[in-house]
């Protein structure tokens, strides 16, 4: 599968990160869970790396490396910490492209660099208390005065927004007392009227950063207006689509993380006088495992492959992921069940990635939506033949 998506670069690539992930992160991956606290130092070693701008054009200060390069980096995080993984997509999907995607010259500019570089994290408003998976009820409010967005509203579940220089957000856009549509725009961290909720203790993900948002009459300049104004919630569709492929890349490594422990832990542990690795139940489990994985390494780069080719790929990362993170929720399950008792303890990992593997079937689009967005792909290609 490698050679056939992975060029010499994206084998160097791969190898750098995992380096960093097995040296730098395993060693404190389950402490900083454990103390629920942001990795920072982690942050800015990614940042020295070049690994925070992996998908940005080198004149705006990112690697200018593809959408499969980007998928390594995403992948081989997770398989030792899911974690820093979403803190890493999150920002690069979700609160970086948008402005590479849809931003002006200006914007790009300003934010790009520094973002790229890992200077500042980026953070993405969408979902609200009313207004999940039916992001259209967005009920945010962006009202045109003068030369300011006076904003009013709240945002909810959004990863590293306490962290974030930048926050791209979608509100309704309000002119002359008329409801405009749904529009895209860029707070900065110090927009007066913003305030922080405080972070939300997860059952997993302990050490990523997610916590509401409060738009208090908060100002934001005319010129953060992202894109064209009420086209922010198209904008943002097509924001997800690539991220669901980071987040399927996310589900992979998880699942191959927990794989590789059970795996490890099959062969040294004895039951009845030889190693469980041995009982035809546990090798049928190991075996659906690497199925498993090797089926959501084709689906995930597959789907990072057709979108640096240029193809629309809507079904496709919706497929990925769907697949992905059920897979990781189940081999979470195999694996502290081949664990036995110990799979219930903290002093074997295998519990922290099962606690980080629930949360990849709800976000980005719950599978529910993902079924949804599949069928109304596949029905309208049934339809064109």
Not at 31 to 50: I, Y
Not at 319 to 327: I, V
Not at 354 to 377: C, H, N, P, W
């Amino acid at each position: 599968m490698e050679n056939r998506y992975f060029s010499e670069e994206h084998q160097l690539l791969k190898s750098m990160v995992r380096d960093f992930a097995q040296n730098e992160v395993a060693p404190v991956a389950d402490e900083l869970d454990r103390e629920g606290r942001f990795p920072d130092e982690l942050v800015a070693k990614m940042a020295d790396l070049g690994l925070m701008g992996i998908p940005i054009p080198q004149e705006y200060g990112g690697a200018g490396m593809d959408t499969v390069a980007y998928t390594v980096a995403v992948h081989e995080l997770a398989r030792v910490d899911g974690s820093l993984a979403i803190t890493a997509a999150a920002h690069t999907s979700l609160g970086t492209m948008p402005i590479l995607l849809f931003g002006d010259e200006d914007q790009k500019k300003k934010f790009l660099p520094p973002l790229a570089g890992g200077e500042m994290l980026g953070a993405f408003g969408l979902t609200e208390p009313g207004a999940g998976s039916d992001a259209g009820a967005t009920q945010t409010r962006a009202e045109r005065k003068n030369d300011m967005f006076v904003v009013n509203g709240e945002k909810s579940f959004c990863t590293n927004a306490g962290q974030a220089g930048v926050i791209v957000f979608t509100a309704r856009l309000i002119e002359d007392g008329e409801d405009r549509g749904i529009s895209a725009f860029l707070a900065e961290r110090d927009a007066p009227g913003l305030r922080l909720g405080k972070p939300e203790k997860k059952m997993g993900w302990r050490s990523s950063d997610t916590r509401s948002l409060f738009f208090e009459n908060m100002e934001v300049p005319a010129g953060n207006l992202l894109g064209r104004p009420a086209e922010g919630f198209s904008q943002f569709l097509q924001a997800l689509t690539g991220g669901r492929i980071s987040v399927g890349a996310l589900a992979l490594g998880t699942g191959e993380g927990a794989y590789q422990m059970a795996l490890a832990y099959a062969k040294e542990r004895e039951a009845f006088g030889k190693p469980i690795s041995q009982f035809q139940t546990i090798r049928f489990k190991l075996a659906d495992m690497a199925t498993q994985l090797e089926a959501a390494k084709h689906l995930i780069y597959h789907a990072a492959w057709l979108k640096d080719q240029g193809h629309e790929v809507v079904k496709e990362a919706a497929m990925a992921k769907l697949f992905a993170s059920q897979l990781a929720m189940e081999i979470t399950i195999d694996a502290i069940q081949i664990h036995g008792g110990y799979g219930y303890i903290r002093e074997y990992q295998v519990e922290r990635f099962f606690r980080d593997a629930k949360v990849l079937e709800i976000g980005e689009g719950t599978s529910e939506v993902q079924r949804m967005i599949i069928a109304r792909q596949i029905l309208e290609e049934a339809q064109r033949l």
